[in-house]
């Protein structure tokens, strides 16, 4: 049972132009959410994060946008840069819980 | 100020064998999860540490254990690897406290043969 979905396994983008990852959940508990960042042969990077009690947040170049309703959340980036490139991952989780349940990923890759 | 460390970077065992990783969490943080990332897939939660007990834990056989030392540091233990075990394990610390983000290591690459 896929709690959290990334249905695009990925996304290429002209370096200036926007991107737009998408991630579905459907465990309505879910209350805080994050998107994680990730190069080859390093851990996650924590990137920006969002609770259910709002519906944008924004961090320089990155916002988040969560639609309870819909239940679903989406990361944009703007402008993307070519370090923007890596493996994008949306998790979930409630307060006082501290579990994570990751999507699959999305694989971006900005082209010069 | 180091961030999640974590030891060895690779290791290769053959199936039955068992194995231990260790993890230093981020200065400051109290609380280490581990996590389970095979090829292609997201990272699956294992379980959690806080105060030297296991606090949650996900959906994996009692094979896999844990501890927490008065240092806040953890290691994972496996026992009778099976072929299937192989992945990137990733350690990830927190505060502790609600809404503040998991910092997780590079992971160390288990590959069974």
């Known amino acids: 049972d896929q709690q959290v979905k990334q249905n695009s396994p990925s996304l290429s983008v002209q370096e200036g132009r926007i991107s737009i990852l998408n991630c579905d959940y459907t465990n309505s508990m879910f209350d805080y959410f994050l998107w994680y960042k990730k190069y080859p042969a390093e851990g996650p990077t924590f990137l920006i994060s969002i609770s259910s009690i709002k519906d944008k947040n924004e961090d320089g170049r990155f916002t988040v946008f969560l639609n309870k309703s819909a239940k679903h959340l989406s990361l944009h980036i703007v402008p993307s840069q070519p370090g923007d490139s890596a493996v994008y991952f949306c998790a979930a989780t409630n307060f006082g819980n501290e579990k994570l349940t990751f999507g699959t990923g999305t694989r971006l890759t900005i082209i010069p | 100020d180091a961030g999640v460390t974590q030891s060895p970077t690779h290791l290769i065992k053959t199936r039955g064998q068992q194995v231990t990783l260790r993890c230093s969490p981020k200065?400051?943080?109290?609380?280490v999860s581990w996590y389970q990332q095979a090829l292609g897939q997201g990272p699956q939660f294992i379980f959690q540490y806080y105060e030297e007990e296991e606090r949650q834990r996900g959906n994996f056989p009692d094979r896999f254990s844990g501890h927490q030392f008065p240092n806040y540091s953890s290691e994972l233990n496996v026992n009778a690897l099976l072929l299937g075990d192989s992945a990137l394990y990733l350690c990830?610390?927190?505060?502790?406290?609600?809404?503040?983000?998991?910092?997780f290591g590079d992971g160390t690459r288990l590959s069974i043969l």
């Open positions: 990830a610390s927190s505060e502790g406290q609600l809404d503040q983000p998991q910092h």
């Open positions: 200065s400051g943080h109290d609380t």
